[in-house]
C-alpha cells in the first residue's frame, strides 16, 4: 500500500531506486536523449528562421538586381541622351547603395550575415605537374559542364586540358594534339557557335582549334600572321556580332582577323607608333565600342589607343609619354569608380595605375611599391567590399601579393604570401563556385601550376549541430553568400554606370554575371533550409518514440496502479470487517455465557 501511494502520488512507476533501479537508469538515460533532442531541433529551427532572413534578403537583392538591369537595357537604346541616360544612372547608383547598404544591416542575433573581411588564402596550393616550363594557361568551361577547366601550355611545345570538378580541384591532365609550335594560347568563340575554341601562336602562324564543346579541338583553320605574331594575342568582339575577333601584333603593327564565310581574314592591321606592342581591349570612350589599347613592353612603357569609329575603323590616339620602366603586364579595368576605363601596369618594382580621361587618353598616374619585381597583376574585388584590389605575381623575390582596396582607387599596403615566389601569370576564377575569385600560378620555374583557394569571408559561414554523435556528418554546415556588388561580381559591378551607352553595356554584362552568382547563393542556402526542417521532422518523429519508451518505462498506469490499488484496500477493508465481525461474534457469545452463569 505504501509503494502504491507512493507510485500514485508522484505519478512514477518508480519514484525512487528501490521501487526499480534498473527502469530508473533505463528511462534517465532515454530522458537525457530527449533533453538532448529537444535542443537539437531548436538549434535546427535558428538555424532555418536565420537562413530565411538571408533568403528574404536575397529576394529583396534579385528584384534590385532586376531593376538594374531592365534600367541598364535602356540606357543602351541610342534614343536617349546623355541627360536621360544620367536621370537613369541616378536610380542605379541608389539601388547599388541600397543592395550595399542591406548588406551590411542585415542581421540575426546580433551577427551579420553578408559580412565581409580581409583577403586570405588557405596558403596551401594544389599542384598540377606541367611536364616542363610553364608559361600560360587558359581558365574556362570547355567541356560544355558549367565548370571552369584549365588549359596549359609549357615550353616543350605541349598543350594540356585539366578538366574542372567543380570543388576547386581538376582531373588528371590530358594532351591537346596540336600542329605546330606553341608560343601563345588564347580562348572565345571566334567561330559563333557558342562552344569554346583555343587560339595558338607560334612567331608566324596561328593555328585556331574549334571546340567540340565536350572538352576536345578540331582544327578548324591556320594562318599566316607574319612575324612576332607570338609578342601578343587576345580575343574579343571588337563589332558587337557576337562572334570573338583575334587581335594580335604582326611586325610591330596590330592585325585583326575576323571569322567569315568559313575562312579568316585579316580585315585590318592598325600601324602601331610604339614598338614592341602588347594588346588589350576595353571600351575607353563610353561609346559602347570595344578599343585597342597598346602598351610598349621592356622599354618606357608608353601607351597608345585605338578608338573605334561608328563604321568599325580605328582611329590612333596620341602615344602617352613614359610612365614606368620594364613594363611585364597591363590590365584595364575602372580602378577609381569614376566610370572611366583605367590601366593598371607591373613595372620593375612599382604597379603604376594611369587614370582613364574618357576619351582614350590619359589623365594622372599613382605608384605603389612593391620592393621588388612583379611580372603579372590580376584586377578584381577579392573579398567582395565593392572595391577592386590588385593582385600580383613576383620575379622570384616579391612572391604572390596584392594591394587591398580601402576606397576606390585607395590602396592598403603590399601583402605577400611566402611559398609563390615563382611564376609566369596569374589568372583569378571562382572554382568551386562559392562566389569568391581563387587564384592560378603558373609556376614554369617549378614545371608546375598552382591553385589557391579564396577563404576570405564573403557572408556568414558556420554550422548547426544536430545530433550528439561524434562526427561531422552530424552539423550542417551553411555559408550565406556576401551581397554587396563587389561579391556578387568581382570585377565591375561595384564601380558601373549607365551614364553612357558603353558603360551601360558593361553593366549588364555585370548584373547577368552577379545574377548567376545570387543564384547560387539562394540554392545553397535553399538546400539548407529544406534540410534542417527534414532534420526537425525526424527529430520530432525520433523523440516521439523515445517519449513513448521512456514513459512506457517510467510514467505510471493510474488506471491500473489505481485498480490493483483499489483492490487490495477492498481486500483489507474486507479482511478488517471480517476480524471485527469474529470480534463482535466473540463478544456477544461471551455476553450469553455470562448471563447464562447468573
Known sequence: ??????????????????????????????????????????????????????????????????????????????????????????????????????????????????????????????????????????????????????????????????????D????????????????????????????????????????????????????????????????????????????????????????????????????????????????????????????????????????????????????????????????????????????????????FNTVRIAYGDGQGGWSSYVSMSTGSGVNNILLGDMNGDGVIDIMTRGDGFSGFGWFQGSTPGVFGSFQTVTGYATGNAIIGRDLNRDGRLDMVLVDGTNQRVRVLMNTITQGLEGSVRVSGLAGSANNVDFRVGGVTTGALESSNLGWSMISSIGAAKRAETAIKKALETLILHRTRVAAAINRLEKIQDNIATTMESQEGARSSIADLDVASEMTSYTSKQMMVQAGIAMLSQASKTQHMVAELLKGGVA
Not at 551590411?104 to 565581409?116: I, V, W, Y
Not at 612567331?203 to 594562318?223: R, Y
Not at 575576323?258 to 581574314?265: A, E, K, L, W
Open 1 to 166: 500500500t505504501e509503494r502504491a501511494l507512493a507510485r500514485l502520488s508522484s505519478g512514477q512507476n518508480a519514484p525512487s531506486a528501490r521501487y526499480d533501479a534498473a527502469g530508473i537508469a533505463v528511462s534517465s538515460r532515454i530522458r537525457g536523449e530527449i533533453v538532448a533532442l529537444q535542443k537539437y531541433q531548436q538549434n535546427a529551427q535558428q538555424g532555418v528562421s536565420m537562413l530565411q532572413v538571408a533568403e528574404g534578403s536575397y529576394q529583396r537583392i534579385n528584384d534590385m538586381l532586376m531593376r538594374m538591369r531592365s534600367l541598364a537595357a535602356q540606357a543602351q537604346s541610342s534614343n536617349l541622351s546623355n541627360v536621360e541616360r544620367g536621370m537613369l544612372d541616378t536610380e542605379y547608383q541608389q539601388l547599388k547603395l541600397e543592395m550595399n547598404r542591406l548588406a551590411a544591416s542585415t542581421r540575426f542575433n546580433g551577427n551579420g550575415l553578408f559580412d565581409t573581411g580581409s583577403i586570405a588564402f588557405n596558403n596551401s596550393a594544389t599542384d598540377y605537374a606541367s611536364g616542363a616550363f610553364a608559361t600560360d594557361a587558359e581558365v574556362a568551361d570547355f567541356n560544355g559542364d558549367g565548370i571552369d577547366d584549365m588549359i596549359m601550355r609549357n615550353t616543350g611545345g605541349q598543350v594540356y586540358l585539366y578538366a574542372g570538378i567543380g
Open 168 to 347: 576547386g580541384t581538376f582531373a588528371s591532365a590530358v594532351a591537346i594534339a596540336v600542329t605546330t609550335a606553341v608560343s601563345a594560347i588564347e580562348s572565345g568563340d571566334v567561330n559563333g557557335d557558342g562552344k569554346r575554341d583555343l587560339i595558338i601562336t607560334d612567331t608566324n602562324n596561328i593555328l585556331v582549334m574549334t571546340g567540340n564543346g565536350d572538352g576536345t579541338f578540331s582544327t578548324l583553320a591556320t594562318f599566316t600572321a607574319g612575324g612576332n605574331a607570338s609578342n601578343s594575342l587576345t580575343v574579343g568582339d571588337l563589332d558587337g556580332d557576337g562572334i570573338a575577333e583575334i587581335i594580335g601584333t604582326t611586325n610591330g603593327n596590330i592585325a585583326i582577323w575576323s571569322y567569315r564565310n568559313g575562312n579568316f581574314t585579316n580585315t585590318q592591321t592598325l600601324t602601331a607608333t610604339i614598338a614592341n606592342v602588347s594588346v588589350r581591349l576595353a571600351d575607353m570612350n563610353n561609346d559602347g565600342k570595344m578599343d585597342i589599347v597598346t602598351a610598349s613592353m621592356f622599354g618606357d612603357n608608353r601607351l597608345q589607343t585605338f578608338i573605334q569609329s561608328s563604321s568599325g575603323g580605328f582611329s590612333a590616339g596620341a602615344v602617352s609619354a613614359a610612365v614606368g620602366f620594364g613594363a611585364n603586364d597591363y590590365q584595364l579595368n575602372d580602378i577609381n569608380g569614376d566610370g572611366q576605363i583605367d590601366l593598371v601596369l607591373a613595372t
